[in-house]
């Protein structure tokens, strides 16, 4: 125990005028939406690191560990700083990372009057709804996952993460996931290997599937025409889950895909076409 509140010790002194070298971190894509990355030693990563209460990602690869932290889309300042503790609450470091803000493009859609002005009826609904998608968001599965992600639908981009969002003329939530579109019946794949945590049929999101990869990395696939998979059912990368669809708030055939960490939505393209994992190759050399 003495040992252990020794390198304890050892963590605060040796990380307590470090912050200044990650004033800046040299991956680009620290921007709202992104991921912030870093190496972490063996020690850090056997424990539970946390930030602002909530356990974060930590990854383990070929022996070196990571850790990756989801930014907010909604970061508006330019220097954002954070601690990271363990869970008794000692500070092991502090993370002071430049956010760059990126220019989201604007988008009008035109959707059905009861997405916009619901009933009480179908408000009642909604309430239902948003308390299993609360309770999925929430789930810890212990599970180092497989960052090295695949496009779930073979199709057209139709639309990215981050786009400000008009329905009917008023501005909705932004854009918090890709649209794949392609046509329906289309096979539905897992990007990447985990467990589903909840199917379902709801209001906005149409029929929908949580595939849980592991220590806070989720994908959620909505709009979907069929669900093939069930609840705590696992899954490999590349297997069948479910066919596009457009169902729920929707106005055409596509897949529309989240991806959570740290219960944040971050930009699903930065695990498809390997920048995160470039980078983690760059910093590990
Ligand atoms: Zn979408």
Redesign the pocket.
Known sequence: MRLIRFYILIFIISYSHIPSLYASSNFSNVHPGGIYVTEITKAEYNQDLLIDGQKILKWNKDNKFYLLYGLSYHLKTEQHSFEIKNKDGDVLREIRINIVQKNFKTQKINVNKKYTEPTKKILEKIKKDRIKLVKARKIWFENNPDIEFILPVKGIT??TFGTKRFYNGTEGNY?????IAADIGTSVVAPSSGKITLTGNFFYNGKSIFLDHGRGLKSIM??LDEILVKENQYVEKGQIIGRVGTTGK?TGA?L???VLVNNTYIDPELLIDKRTIEHLNLEGS
């Not at 854009?175 to 649209?179: A, E, L, M, R």
């Open positions: 139709t639309g854009h918090n996931g890709y649209d909505i709009h929707s596509h529309h895909w989240s």
